[in-house]
Nanobody, 125 residues
Framework: DVQLVESGGGSVQAGGSLRLSCVAAGPTYSSNCMGWFRHTPGEEREPIATLYTGDGETVYADSVKGRFTISQDDAQNTVVLQMNGLKPQDTAMYYC???????????????????WGQGTQVTVS
């Protein structure tokens, strides 16, 4: 099975930056799309960024547009979420996801993805 491992979470002051990474481990693997989500207690998991690897299209939630950037490294097995201008309301557990259902477009939802990481905590004060 494919395993996704996130890293890079931590605590930062408002206005600061963090860089989250998600490495896909397992058999030779190529995903059609990758995404980042976040979750806070009492709320539904929120999709925040999707990257379609075929054409490089990126889609963002309005809440992070202009501040966060999703990208894929040259090895094609790591997706990065660069987060700038962090706000206290960005505090959440952040998850990466891989493999979208065929035909998924736009900001992909939780149900569109097959594989999930274990999450990394981001705290902004």
């Amino acid at each position: 099975d494919v395993q996704l491992v996130e890293s890079g979470g931590g605590s930062v002051q408002a206005g600061g930056s963090l860089r989250l990474s998600c490495v896909a481990a397992g058999p030779t693997y190529s995903s059609n799309c990758m995404g980042w989500f976040r979750h806070t207690p009492g709320e539904e998991r929120e999709p925040i960024a999707t990257l379609y690897t075929g054409d490089g299209e990126t889609v963002y939630a309005d809440s992070v547009k202009g501040r966060f950037t999703i990208s894929q490294d040259d090895a094609q097995n790591t997706v990065v979420l660069q987060m700038n201008g962090l706000k206290p309301q960005d505090t959440a557990m952040y998850y990466c996801a891989a493999d979208c259902r065929f035909g998924t477009r736009g900001l992909a939802e939780s149900a569109d993805f097959t594989y999930w990481g274990q999450g990394t905590q981001v705290t902004v004060s």
